[in-house]
T-cell receptor, first 114, second 110 residues
Framework: DTGVSQNPRHKITKRGQNVTFRCDPI?????LYWYRQTLGQGPEFLTY????????KSRLLSDRFSAERPKGSFSTLEIQRTEQGDSAMYLC????????????FGQGTRLTVV | EDQVTQSPEALRLQEGESSSLNCSYT??????LFWYRQDPGKGPEFLFT???AGEEKEKERLKATLTKKESFLHITAPKPEDSATYLC???????????FGTGTRLKVLA
C-alpha cells in the first residue's frame, strides 16, 4: 500500500492556459474523489468515480473542469482556460467499495494561476 | 441541505492542557462520520470513522465520540506535535461525496 499519489505537487500557470493533474489511487480502491481546498476552508467536493464511471459531479463545477478515469485506474483532472480563482489545492482521495468507508487522500497538487 | 459545522475555528492550548473539538451536523441520513488531521501544505490524514450514536474510537491522545447531532474529538494531554488542523466529514444517504467542515486549527504550545 503506497498510498494515493498525485502529480505534479505544484503547478504555476498563466491565466488562460490549460492544466492537467494526475491521481493514482490505492490499488485495490474502486472509488475515487477529487476535491478542491482553499486557504482556511475544508475540502470542497468536485467529482466522484466508481471504477471508470463518473457518478457524481458538483453542481458548482464549471464546464471548464473535466475529469476522467480510464479503465478504472488512475484519474486525470483538467482545467481549461484557467482563471485566478482556480488557484487552490486540488486533492484526490480513494476508498474501498461497500458501504461508507474512510477515504485516503493524496498530498495534493497546489495550483497557482498568475 | 446537509451541513457540517466545526468549532472553535482556532484553539491554542498549553502542552498537557486537555480539550475537545466539536463537529455538529445536520444531515438527512448519516452513514458515517470521519475525522482527519491536516498539516500545512499536505493532504488530510485519516484518523477515525464513527457510524452510530454512542460509538467511541481512541488512538494515542485522541478520542472521538458520536451522538445523534454531533461528534467530539477529545485531546488528552496534548503535545506540540499535535498542532494541526482537524477536519470532520460526513457521508450521507443519497450521495457519494464526503461533506467537510471548515476545520479547527489547533496550536499546542510547549
Amino acid at each position: 500500500d503506497t498510498g494515493v499519489s498525485q502529480n505534479p505537487r505544484h503547478k504555476i500557470t498563466k491565466r488562460g492556459q490549460n492544466v492537467t493533474f494526475r491521481c493514482d489511487p490505492i490499488s485495490e480502491h474502486n472509488r475515487l474523489y477529487w476535491y478542491r481546498q482553499t486557504l482556511g476552508q475544508g475540502p470542497e467536493f468536485l467529482t466522484y468515480f466508481q471504477n471508470e464511471a463518473q457518478l457524481e459531479k458538483s453542481r458548482l463545477l464549471s464546464d471548464r473542469f473535466s475529469a476522467e478515469r480510464p479503465k478504472g485506474s488512475f484519474s486525470t483532472l483538467e482545467i481549461q482556460r484557467t482563471e485566478q480563482g482556480d488557484s487552490a489545492m486540488y486533492l484526490c482521495a480513494s476508498s474501498r467499495g461497500g458501504g461508507s468507508t474512510e477515504a485516503f487522500f493524496g498530498q495534493g497538487t497546489r495550483l497557482t494561476v498568475v | 441541505e446537509d451541513q457540517v459545522t466545526q468549532s472553535p475555528e482556532a484553539l491554542r492550548l498549553q502542552e498537557g492542557e486537555s480539550s475537545s473539538l466539536n463537529c455538529s451536523y445536520t444531515v438527512s441520513g448519516l452513514r458515517g462520520l470521519f475525522w482527519y488531521r491536516q498539516d500545512p501544505g499536505k493532504g488530510p490524514e485519516f484518523l477515525f470513522t464513527l457510524y452510530s450514536a454512542g460509538e467511541e474510537k481512541e488512538k494515542e491522545r485522541l478520542k472521538a465520540t458520536l451522538t445523534k447531532k454531533e461528534s467530539f474529538l477529545h485531546i488528552t494531554a496534548p503535545k506540540p506535535e499535535d498542532s494541526a488542523t482537524y477536519l470532520c466529514a460526513v457521508h450521507t444517504s443519497g450521495t457519494y461525496k464526503y461533506i467537510f467542515g471548515t476545520g479547527t486549527r489547533l496550536k499546542v504550545l510547549a
